[in-house]
């Protein structure tokens, strides 16, 4: 079982790379939506919306609810989805501080202490934000070195082989030149040489 001592507190990295994806969000237009994404389940629309959903369910997740308690969907109107999701931030912003790191967190990955749950939560944001800057070709709004910390840890936890039913695809070969978010991206199954 993971210890939260073998953990950093990865709160601050994680409001960094939420707010990277707010600077990004608040970029996307309606003639935005359409557009595909790496993530192959979602063109933009649907990623904003997933985007809303998980800055909710670590809020939720983080402070002893269950990760079923936030839906799966939003159901909000596409002119709807920025907002709710820097409201999602604001409100997370205000109770992260306050989240006990030992305690034990429901997440859709098992039950976990709440310092592993946020090692996850920091790698989705950071895939996911990806996504989101290459569908909208604004990659000069990311910040690559905030997932060096997270690369390392991600190829342990997540096995190379035997993938079948987690929501990763097979690892992507990186670029030799490849900065830390690329190789985070490609380990989680993205090819960091996408194009729309």
Known sequence: MTTTTQIPDLRPLLLDALGVVDGLV???TPTDLDRPTPCSDFAVRGLLDHL????????????GGHFTDVPQVSGLADDELAGAFSDGLAVLRTTLPDVDLTALATAPFGTVPNAAALASYVGEVLVHGWDLARALDRTDLLRPALAEPVVEPASRRLPREGREGLPFGEVVEAPADADALERLVAWMGRDPRWRP
């Open 26 to 28: 608040a970029t996307v």
């Open 52 to 63: 809303v959903m998980v800055v909710r369910r670590v809020r939720v997740v983080l402070t």
